[in-house]
């Protein structure tokens, strides 16, 4: 599941594939625990406090931990009651250490992570493929998405929108996009910070407005710097790009006017229209316009399960917008591609 030489669509009805959904493995939690970098005393109350070199928050605050994001039955049988049947399942981004600056640590933390992110799929091999973690913004990281591909059997690489107090488009990571770009790998970006944090940190404005203005500043550099020039990769952007799609005209006449601006061969829409976009945008007419603006094979089913700001209805979401053979497409048959599962039987319902 390394290499994807078909990316087309597949024809088979009732596939829905989910590609952004988060796990906390418990035994990599507790390998938290005993290294002093997670305090588990809460988990009775679904709540977890991670040290903030890893998970990027203020000390002391506890963060979610539904017993959905670790427990493997209850999982699947929410998945069956959405009418989801394979989730492409990564670690949520207070796992990514990305605002971490001790190397040797984000390499741990990223390893024993994706260990125990794959040992948590193969419970359920039928349902849920993993994307692995890659300590980004640090020199090899290309080496740990040749483990996760190879060794692990991951179906894909997730990465976070910053890293070692640098952004996406830095020159350390130019070994990483060369991959990914090789092998066609399909990698998920999910934002990991909040572009500034001291005016966000209230009102849970880290998660409902820095991590799409994340996501856009994320992904407008990797576009501006040639990155998605150089390196074409299967991109998919969470949270419906955030509020990128909203910026597609503003970067156009920056573009055409600016200079500075003028870094790329082609207009910057030529590169958006060729990442992929997930459905968590909550909103009908806001996926529709996302359809619109980017084609419906660019966008693929996602929820952000099981956090309580997930699409608990994918299903709906995308029918209330398309039908047919497009609704088909963005339900899963795009994503069977990209995620080497075209050829996968069908799962019983």
């Not at 039955?73 to 009418?83: F, I, N």
């Not at 692990?152 to 830095?170: F, K, P, R, V």
């Not at 996009?177 to 966000?200: C, D, K, N, Q, Y």
């Amino acid at each position: 599941m390394s290499t994807y030489a078909s990316q087309e669509p597949s024809d088979r009805p009732n596939r829905v594939i989910d590609v952004h959904a988060h796990a906390m493995p418990m035994p990599f939690l507790e390998w938290l625990e005993d290294e002093g970098l997670a305090d588990l005393s809460r988990v009775r109350d679904e709540l977890v406090v991670l040290d903030p070199r890893i998970s990027g928050v203020p000390a002391g605050m506890a963060l979610p931990l539904p017993v959905t994001m670790w427990g493997g039955t209850e999982r699947l049988v929410e998945m069956q009651e959405s009418g989801v049947e394979v989730q492409a399942v990564s670690l949520p981004p207070f796992l990514m250490a990305s605002t971490c600056r001790d190397g040797a640590l984000v390499a741990e933390v990223v390893r024993r992570g994706n260990d125990a992110l794959a040992e948590y799929v193969r419970q359920a091999p039928d349902y849920l493929v993993a994307l692995g973690g890659v300590p980004v913004g640090w020199p090899g990281a290309e080496q740990e998405a040749v483990r996760c591909l190879d060794e692990l059997g991951m179906a894909g690489i997730a990465i976070g929108s910053q890293g070692g107090g640098a952004d996406l488009d830095a020159d350390v990571n130019e070994p990483l996009w060369e991959l990914l770009s090789h092998r066609r790998v399909f990698t998920f970006l999910h934002p990991s910070g909040s572009p500034a944090p001291e005016r966000t940190q209230d009102f849970w404005f880290p998660q409902l407005v820095g991590y799409p203005l994340e996501t856009a500043l994320a992904a407008s550099r990797l576009v501006f710097a040639g990155v998605t020039e150089r390196h074409p990769f299967p991109l998919c952007l969470a949270h419906g790009g955030g509020c990128l799609p909203a910026l597609r005209a503003r970067l156009a006449v920056g573009w055409e006017r600016k200079p500075q601006a003028r870094t790329i061969p082609h207009p910057p829409a030529t590169y958006l229209d060729r990442l992929y976009y997930d459905t968590a945008v909550f909103d009908p007419e806001q996926l529709r316009r996302l359809v619109q603006d980017v084609g419906v094979g660019q966008v693929l089913t996602g929820t952000d399960y099981p956090f309580d700001l997930a699409d608990r209805d994918p299903v709906g979401t995308v029918g209330s917008v398309l039908d047919g053979a497009e609704r088909e497409q963005v339900l899963g048959g795009t994503s069977a591609g990209l995620l080497g599962l075209a050829d996968r039987p069908l799962t019983a319902g």
